[in-house]
């Protein structure tokens, strides 16, 4: 694999961050929990093929200080990542991710979510060694974003139009905004030219989208030893993700359902059968194919290399996949 030496450290090296920051045995187990190298590795993967892809493109050539500073931002994209698991998994009292029990059954709420904290803590100190103004901007809006769009979560919408630009903009910012921001932050490093970073911008959000609707549809399909998380956790939650907004267009019904987030006995398995008898799931397989091919074409803007057709290349992952 392209990128398989560099990842296959990123885990390690963002655990040994963890260890440098404190002398806290529990408070690094905890904040560790989710580095064991289990995760899809999306954030960083994605990160740095743009960012090698980019430093072709514009030298064709790496040049070790620039990957090692795009590095950097990969780990940093990880970290906050992780952090917002660790957060949703004590705000959603999830049992189970990855595969194993979740880090807030194993530790108490408290501890849990000062550890999602002190992740975000040692990325905001390795962001601020890249002495970079423009990157440290990018990547503190993505912050913002995930509070807002966790926010945007915990609200319905009330009229059925407002409910779709509610979806993608709260999909935006609690998933693609950090693709986005990370690869921005990666070409930028590499002194691209503002077109070339406006088009790893874009890359970016639209392989987070992709990606997020691909989540969604796999909540209706997938089994949970699939998944490794509970299947139609997103309906038992409240939540109306993509496959069920294009079923209320079938069935109306789902709209009283959705306004009381699915509460009354038997919503989450009625919206569950509906979502199933409708259109809904290739729907949201069409939405989601729409912006891989849309990434593809901006990923094609990049000169040829192994890298670049790695941007390609991994939207088949991102579509296919099954968990």
């Not at 917002?84 to 999830?94: F, G, M, R, T």
């Not at 999602?116 to 601020?128: K, R």
Request: proline share 3%; charged share 25%.
């Amino acid at each position: 694999m392209l990128l398989e030496d560099e990842l296959k450290y990123i885990f390690e090296d963002i655990r040994q961050e963890l260890h440098e920051g404190t002398n806290q045995k529990e408070l690094i187990q905890i904040a560790e929990y989710y580095f064991g190298g289990n995760g899809k590795a999306l954030r960083p993967m994605v990160t740095l093929l743009m960012g090698k892809a980019i430093n072709y493109h514009i030298h064709r050539e790496n040049s070790p200080r620039t990957v090692d500073a795009q590095r950097k931002i990969a780990m940093i994209a990880e970290m906050i990542h992780s952090a917002s698991l660790i957060h949703d998994d004590v705000i959603d009292q999830s049992f189970s991710r990855r595969g194993k029990p979740s880090v807030n059954v194993l530790w108490n709420h408290k501890k849990v979510t000062q550890a999602g904290d002190y992740v975000l803590a040692i990325a905001s100190i390795m962001l601020s060694r890249l002495k970079h103004d423009e990157v440290t901007l990018m990547l503190s809006a993505v912050l913002n974003d995930l509070v807002q769009g966790e926010f945007m979560q915990l609200g319905a919408k009330e009229t059925e139009n407002e409910r779709f630009s509610h979806y993608f903009t709260k999909t935006f910012r609690k998933t693609a905004s950090l693709i986005a921001n990370a690869c921005k932050g990666s070409a930028t490093i590499a002194g691209a030219d503002p077109q070339i970073v406006e088009t790893a911008f874009q890359y970016g959000k639209n392989l987070g989208l992709a990606f997020q609707f691909v989540d969604d549809l796999l909540d209706f399909v997938s089994s949970s030893e699939t998944m490794g998380k509970p299947t139609a956790a997103d309906l038992k939650l409240g939540l109306a993700t993509a496959p069920v907004l294009f079923a209320c267009e079938k069935y109306p019904e789902l709209n009283p359902m959705i306004m009381r987030r699915f509460k009354e006995p038997g919503d989450v398995e009625k919206a569950f059968e509906l979502v199933h008898k409708s259109q809904g799931l290739e729907q949201t397989r069409f939405l989601a194919r729409k912006h891989c091919l849309e990434a593809i074409k901006l990923a094609n803007k990049l000169a040829e290399s192994p890298y670049q057709k790695g941007l390609v290349d991994i939207m088949d992952l991102v579509l296919n996949r099954m968990k």
